[in-house]
């Protein structure tokens, strides 16, 4: 058995690590004999040596070991689950889960929370009052069989492994690593015992990989990686520059997909994004026959209301109040501070900054700076205007939303030069640029027109 | 100021760090701010990226400001040391130390324990029954100013921050570093208050770095980095392949350099390094103006037994018992278990090898595998034979000492494999090799016949 200083040596010299190295190093680390120190050390000598897909995959399978895994053996329905790579405004989990799970397949969300400049879906749900996320895996396992939809967070008996790791990468500058990005999102995937997955690897200014190269250089690490654990895998390569739809916060996200779900107004990114991960989901898992029935499929229980009475079904048993559903309905207080941005001079805009959105939701409460910081629900922004539209001098762009003053007018200032107005319409970049299977990479629109 | 992650990070992406950045993040870690798992990873990062001489010289700095330095300035008389890569049977230290300071030199030497194959100066002095190496600041300068002696152990408060980060490098493979070698090596030092020091790096199969090249590198890094503090430097390059002397463990280690303090008997390879480097130390301290007077002035000191005396009166001052320094002194017993080891055929030695002898003292109790490891002060190896001498078959070329019979044996086995003899007379290599200055590289004998 290699002692931890050796198999440190082992990749800091650039050798590969066998299979059973990695479980015991990783075992070690659980039962506390790999010392913290040792494990950033060696993450540290990982993100410089690199690891080969075999070796990514024995820690995959070590890091799950480290906990239990959710049993849905006993679901008849095809199981599956999106995950993003994260985003500014990215609420799509809101709107594609209950529409998954109303089109026949099982949704066992184990979703994450909102850091840095990316907000996290589990912070948008539990902004709805009384709603827990804090589900164990039974309780995962339960509503998924009873209701096929269910809103959890990583437990602490669920990938312990990934959650120690996280947080020490997290202050050692060791997240951006390949082998070890696909060992942490796949752990915890496999984990949730689905059987399909669709990934929405976001690049561009409000992404963590910013270039497309990237963006494909992950997806292809997380679809080759997923195949091995028989998990059915397909990558969508999305641009993420400008918020997704019309709001960025947790409670103005969440109010947006209930509006979106009930389709009282449909924002076309989001629209977009929804249909192209959803119906890529209900090919992989076999119930629609190519991605076209798939969107059909989304559009039907979307127009019949079921997808909808879906989310409402899930929220009520996780003991959400839906009430806030309804208009009017008086359970929140507006945000005390609300100060419109308005366009410095007439003409295009061609930027709205997603990081910088992101980085001032932090300092007005709607994100955090470190994973213990406070969230305050109701804090945001509106966007009253999308890039490519047009506005005059003066006119609204967006609405700044807060309850801390000063704050409200640092954002002000520095969103100020995150919103950018050209002479000229922007040309269009598209929403979904490329598509990652385990076949290759292939332009999105040829893709879908071919499956 | 840069939080610790971000530390990291720019360490990570290749660039430099300026001087106050080191200070911030050395000044965190002993603060509690910066954690041994941000500590370590940075390491690693500096293993790979590297570091300059001037962040070099930052992080010496920072480190020595961790704690209190020896205050040697009521001290007229130059001061220096000795410091030496590591070596097996190297005692170098006990028999340089008293003669340099019987040659009007102050040395107030703060040494080191033996770890993994290389032995330590501390362990060899503790061997002398009651001696106390556990001297505080106050405590080595008074004694260098009274005796113009002291061997002390690294205390608490001398550079801390040394003694934290290389344990930390010790169990996350970071030790082999240039930067963080020297800086480790001249904090202390520095921290010494020291005028002038040499170096011993040694190169071969015994040593720390095991080819030339590596060797000089280090020489270059440590002399280069010793000028900008003012320290008067040079660097020797010497051979380690067999081990130093006629012995190996600590007491018996100790016993001979009383014999060759006393001229019993002056086995030529420790002659040699002591009388290169103290030569070449008397010289750059400025007490003789070259090294051929350095060296007959050493040679004074030992013949008249004024270098024996030093000894005496220094050990004598740390509570140690000189009695051990009569023949038939009876405090000592001998090791239970003597099994020599024989030559299987006739001929030459031409290899005994010093990493794995130094290996086998761990197993026998002479060394230490951990830092907490207990040492056994008389088990070890006395060499009845050397490297270049012939030996008929069965003739004893060593005899293995210890209190455990399995151990004995074991080591017996391994240490067959450890000594080669051929028939034909092997060829010698130079002990002293190169000396380093900051005017460039040389080779020995020319350098010391041009000094």
């Not at 997380?222 to 999305?238: D, G, M, P, Q, Y």
Request: aromatic share 8%; with cysteine.
């Amino acid at each position: 058995v290699l002692s931890p200083y050796e198999f440190i040596a082992e990749k800091q010299r650039g050798n590969s690590h066998k299979p059973s190295e990695i479980h015991d190093f990783i075992q070690g680390f659980i039962e506390g004999e790999v010392h913290d120190y040792q494990m950033t050390a060696w993450m540290m000598s990982v993100f410089f040596q690199g690891m080969s897909y075999e070796e990514t995959i024995a820690l995959t399978k070590a890091m799950i070991q480290s906990g239990n895994r959710v049993d849905l053996s006993n679901i008849n329905d095809p199981t599956g689950d999106k995950h993003s790579t994260g985003g500014v405004g990215d609420k799509i989990t809101l709107i594609l889960a209950p529409l998954l799970s109303a089109s026949g397949m099982v949704i066992p969300t184990i979703a994450g929370r909102g850091l840095g400049f990316t907000g996290g879906t589990l912070d948008k749900l539990e902004s709805i009052p009384g709603l827990s996320t804090a589900l164990s895996i039974d309780e995962i396992k339960d509503l998924s069989f009873r209701n096929g939809l269910a809103f959890g967070a990583q437990t602490d008996d669920l990938v312990p492994a990934d959650r120690r790791m996280y947080a020490l990468r997290d202050v050692t500058s060791t997240v951006r690593s390949l082998p070890l990005i696909t060992a942490s999102i796949l752990s915890k995937k496999v984990a949730e015992g689905i059987g399909s997955i669709v990934f929405d690897v976001k690049c561009g200014k409000g992404a963590f990989m910013e270039t497309e190269p990237e963006a494909i250089e992950l997806g292809q690490w997380l679809v080759n990686c997923a195949e091995r654990f028989e998990l059915k895998a397909a990558a969508l390569i999305t641009t993420m520059d400008e918020p997704i739809g019309r709001t960025v916060g947790n409670w103005l996200e969440t109010e947006e997909s209930i509006d979106v779900l009930r389709r009282k107004y449909m924002p076309p990114d989001i629209v977009e994004l929804t249909e192209s991960l959803g119906g890529t989901l209900l090919m992989l898992a076999g119930i629609t026959g190519n991605i076209e029935q798939g969107i059909n499929r989304l559009r039907e229980a979307w127009n019949n209301g079921s997808a909808f009475d879906k989310f409402s079904q899930a929220v009520n048993a996780q003991g959400g109040d839906t009430g806030v559903f309804e208009e009017n309905h008086g359970i929140y207080d507006q945000p005390r501070i609300v100060i419109p941005l308005t366009a410095s001079k007439s003409g295009y805009i061609s930027e709205i900054h997603a990081r910088e959105v992101g980085y001032c939701g932090v300092l007005i409460g709607a994100g955090r700076k470190k994973t213990d910081d406070v969230i305050d629900p109701t804090s945001g922004f509106i966007f009253k205007k999308k890039v490519g539209d047009f506005v005059q001098q003066g006119e609204e762009i967006l609405l700044i939303m807060g309850n801390d003053e000063s704050q409200c007018k640092t954002v002000h200032n520095r969103l100020s030069g995150g919103v950018t107005i050209m002479k000229k319409e922007p040309a269009k970049t598209p929403l979904i640029r490329k598509v990652i299977t385990r076949e290759g990479n292939f332009e999105w629109l040829d893709y879908r027109n071919s499956k």
